[in-house]
């Protein structure tokens, strides 16, 4: 005797095989990416905008894919231990960097001492925030405005101290790009992180700071640090009484800052695939937006080739510019 099946109960069969394809989450399907939990390495120390937006990020991806996310900080050398675990890791996406501008200043300042090329490497994912440049004063340095740093900085001459999240990081760079436009002398106070020298600059054991937007926003707010100008090309909507550096005095001084994903070399296709939507409903969610903007950031989201290329103008400008200041970390 042949059994043959119900039509309907057929039919009922395959719906409820579909809904449950269309119910679980993108990039859980059997086979796909990932299977295993996934670990977004962090160069500097927790509570800097490069963590926030690394664990806002981690957020996105496990309810996405339904996997846990661990965000793992490894501060030193600018990042580069973490860099180095990365790139050390096997490409299959478990492991990705959470890396920031500073990541294409590593090769002028290291050169063959570092175990990695910061482009080939790595597969570029995409960009995921950005942030203004702002300098800040604490409690020590009593000045409002550009112009009486300057002539305060320039009547003591290596009276006054920077801090900075590192050894050639970004906001290294830029006191550096900055003393050299304006002639004033001060000591570097290079610190892990940037939530460390925050501390250190409420508390007066500094003077000033490059700092990102998103590490001081809240203590501007509060009063407790002065925001004296914004490196950028317009004012932020976020301190609309801020002028940026043109209308201070100093011109031509800008500097962009971004948060972005990277993973090792050769990483899989479909883990690129699986990262590079995440990053980009990360930069399209309007919950993200919030979370970020309240710590002085922006969703952003260059991926792919673009990412690829702006990391490769961003190395070659970084070299030129430590070559023109002699920068370099012994």
């Known amino acids: 005797m042949t059994l043959s099946a119900n039509p309907s109960i057929v039919a009922l069969a395959a719906c409820a095989a579909t809904l449950a394809m269309a119910l679980q989450p993108a990039g859980a399907q059997p086979g796909g990416y990932p299977q295993q ?26 309810k996405a894919t339904a996997q846990t996310v661990i965000v793992e900080n490894k501060p030193g050398a600018n990042a580069v231990l973490a860099t180095e675990a990365v790139a050390a890791a096997k490409p299959d996406g478990l492991t990705l960097l959470a890396a920031a501008t500073n990541h294409t200043m590593i090769p002028a300042l290291y050169g063959g001492r570092i175990k990695f090329d910061a482009a080939k490497s790595f ?4 960009t995921l925030a950005s942030s203004a440049t702002v300098l800040v004063v604490g409690p020590s340095l009593p000045v409002k405005t550009v112009a009486q740093f300057l002539e305060r900085a320039k009547a003591k001459p ?44 409420l508390g007066g054991q500094v003077d000033l700071s490059f700092a990102t937007l998103g590490s001081v926003l809240p203590h501007l707010k509060s009063g407790k640090l002065t925001a004296l100008a914004v ?41 690129v695939r699986v990262l590079n939507r995440e990053a980009l409903e990360f930069a399209r969610s309007p919950a993200v937006h919030e979370r970020l903007a309240s ?18 103008r961003e190395i070659e400008a970084n070299a030129r510019i430590a070559r023109e200041l002699n920068l370099k970390v012994e």
């Open 123 to 126: 597969t570029p994912i995409c």
């Open 295 to 312: 710590a002085g950031l922006e969703p952003q989201g260059v991926c792919g080739e673009p990412f690829a290329a702006q990391l490769a």
């Open 158 to 201: 290596g009276s006054l101290t920077f801090a900075t999240p590192g050894q050639g990081s970004s906001p290294h760079l830029a006191t550096e790009q900055f003393r050299k436009l304006t002639g004033v002398a001060m000591v570097h106070v290079p610190y892990k992180g940037a939530a460390p020298l925050v501390t250190d600059l």
């Open 231 to 271: 490196a950028s090309r317009q004012r932020s909507a976020l301190l609309p009484n801020v002028p940026t550096f043109d209308e201070a005095g100093v011109k031509g001084f800008t500097v962009d800052t971004w948060y972005g994903l990277l993973a090792p070399a050769g990483t899989s296709a479909d883990a």
């Open 37 to 62: 939990p996934v670990k977004l390495m962090v160069g500097f120390a927790a509570g800097g905008p490069s963590d926030l937006v690394a664990r806002a990020f981690a957020d996105q991806l496990g």
